[in-house]
């Protein structure tokens, strides 16, 4: 099996991919901000105005100036005299003079002449009109200045980074309703083997449904990127070929799921070999599911070609695709790839020198969460579905131990 | 403040909260199932074919019979004629002969007479038609026989679960292309406040934008649910007494934000109060960010009543409303709440009795990753932008000191 001579670990294999990609340079377009959830930010973004946009009071109470709350205690009190209330959502119309204090909200504006707000739990209001002051308060206590938060030009978001709901309000605080980003990239999918038949399809005997196509396509639109499915191909060159002209030129990236036997696997890394420069990269990788997976760089775009066996491809887009798809789209480093810590239930063994993804299911315990791995007869689609997660064995170990606290990566 | 005599923890709080509402009821609708990524399946699935649908060799090798290999080894091997090979999508024309060996793939279809196949690492072809066999194999190895992974009428999926990428492949594995799935649940959204306006409007001052309606509808949508925005509602009792009756009536669950000051917050409790039985459950939630939280079931829809400020906005409604969606789609416990773990990098105070979420950036180090927790004068939405997670402070504790390893909420 000359294909497997060389098996690059996944993290080699991975790098080598990454490397052989062009820069980040996917085109981008204006869309709402209110529509932007989950889309990479093409530019960073400066504040066009100060935040707050007026120096506002952080607490409900009272404003005034803090001078004359100088020595004011619960047995020694200071008065001063109410003379007004300040609207929520409007400048107020008065100018506080010395000696008086004026009724505010949080979130108020505070009145010209005020340079602290006095908080309601240390006030009485014991005659109508007079404010009794059981607490001093020193200049600035409980008032945010114009631009404290976010100052005239200041970057409030780097490019690259993925909008979540937080991005989105900072955005609309700024008046940004709309946004520039980064185009979601196209990903190609092409499922190939004689064996293969539409899902909707009555299965004859031999066959079997596409179900890669699907379970790719879902993963691609959770990693934020737009799914283009080409359907199923023929273990032929010629058939093959074409498919996959067709796709690199419609996408940014392609993903091959190549035939279950060798020689079809054979027959994608020909095929892929013929789309450009530089070509197949790496031809096997030392991981398990998913040994036959081919990792090539066509004139500046991703092949992947993935194991047949759904589980294995799976297993396999995860690791790959994902990276590709964010390097594409210039995203920062951060939030992709989450896991939990949990105690593994039973010993799991492994070949030193490969490294392993087992399905395990999460289980909650008095003593925290509990990774149960799944064992089915075949690599089977079901086995993922049970799953919440996979944990990863290392190729410098030969296994790990019950009672060992893994790390789950969260499908 | 009469509001806050009696604050119930978060948890307690939210367990009153579902403890009122109705069993999950909403509606189902019947989909593409490729099309349905994230929804939640209302019904199990019995599988109404066997997987594998016939009996199917899991290497690239060769059918035969157990029996004919018995005692082959490298030093005395047996010699079997090879009669034929087994084509990948289709069943095989010929039965297998006792004595006789046909090249099969892995996926492909055994020939009836056959009961194992031999891996091609154990073989040779030493004279053309002529099968070295160079090792025994026992019955069934290397097949999987029909309805092995999954038997007829076996329950494939329960209801309630989270539809993924590997759910979705297993449905199309069973030609399963359309899926009966809950409707999302619709989150009516109403903002107040005499102090806010829309994002694309100028500001005055005093005034600031709305930004609790799109941070908000973006978190619905990322729980799955879709967010119906109602505007902004001055803090008057009419006015948002008619806001919140028409979302009543169009929507699943209503989040309100309420006005910053006191008495906003009061008379959005008063409202909602008016809307149904039992009304308010709980004013105040003994949590920071997030006190002066409302949690109210009227007739049998949960209404919540969050801040104003948008970071106890979005922390609250993550507490919270997540919840709720979850259970009015009969989702099964499992995948939403993700935590990663991570070593804190200074000591952090807080209140005893009191639940505290703090942002953090997760930072990698040679020594796994550290938790930052992000320091503002104020509760600005940016704080959360920057921010990888929330670090919880539980209640019990006084603080949580440096190095100290702690869950971070994913944000």
């Known amino acids: ?39 990479v930010l093409k530019n960073r ?3 066009q105005e100060p935040l707050p946009a007026f120096t506002r009071s952080t607490v409900d109470g009272y404003a005034l100036r803090a001078a004359d709350t100088y020595g004011a205690s619960e047995s020694l009190p200071a008065y001063l005299p109410l ?12 100018v506080l003079q010395p000696g008086t204090a004026a009724s505010i909200h949080t979130g108020g504006m505070l009145p010209p002449g005020a340079d602290a707000v006095l908080m309601l739990e240390y006030t009485q209001e014991s005659r109508p009109g007079e404010l009794e002051v059981l607490r001093a308060v020193g200049a600035g206590e409980n008032i945010l200045k114009v631009g404290e938060d976010v100052a005239i030009g200041q970057e409030v978001l780097p490019a690259g980074v993925r909008l979540r709901p937080a991005e989105i309000g900072g955005l609309m ?19 190939s083997g004689d064996e293969v038949v539409q899902p909707d399809e009555a299965v004859c005997p031999g066959q079997v449904r596409d179900i890669n ?9 959770q990693a934020g990127a737009e799914p283009v499915r080409y359907g199923i191909v023929a273990d032929q060159a010629a058939a093959l070929d074409a498919a996959l002209r067709t796709a690199l030129a419609e996408c940014d990236l392609v993903l091959v799921t190549a035939g279950s036997s060798a020689s079809a696997r054979d027959l994608t890394a020909d095929v892929v070999n013929r789309m450009g420069q530089p070509g197949v990269l790496v031809h096997g990788v030392n991981v398990k599911p998913g040994k036959p997976t081919i990792l090539a760089v066509c004139d500046g775009k991703a092949v992947i070609g993935l194991p047949g066996n759904p589980v294995s491809a799976l297993v396999i887009a995860r690791i790959f695709l994902i990276p590709v798809i964010e390097q594409l789209s210039g995203l920062m480093v951060g939030h992709s790839r989450l896991f939990t810590q949990a105690r593994l239930t ?3 063994a492994s070949q030193a020198g490969r490294e392993d993804y087992i399905p395990v299911k999460l289980i909650s315990t008095p003593e925290g969460l509990a990774a149960a791995p799944i064992f089915y007869k075949s690599n089977l689609i079901f086995m993922l579905a049970r799953a919440d997660g996979l944990v990863r064995i290392p190729a410098d ?15």
């Open 1 to 39: 099996m000359p294909e497997f001579l060389e098996l690059l670990p996944p993290a080699a294999a991975l790098e080598k991919l990454l490397a052989h990609l062009p820069l980040p340079d996917l085109p981008s377009e204006t869309i709402d901000t209110a529509s932007a959830l989950g889309r």
């Open 45 to 47: 973004v400066l504040a």
């Open 83 to 94: 003379v007004g209330e300040v609207p929520m959502g409007a400048a107020p119309q008065f």
């Open 173 to 191: 605080a700024l008046g940004i309703t709309e946004v520039e980003v980064v185009r979601r990239p196209r990903v190609g999918i092409i499922s």
């Open 213 to 221: 196509s699907y379970s790719l396509s879902a993963l691609v639109t």
């Open 346 to 348: 039973v010993n799991l």
């Open 397 to 411: 170990a030969t296994g790990l131990g019950a009672g060992m606290i893994v790390d789950v990566e969260n499908l």
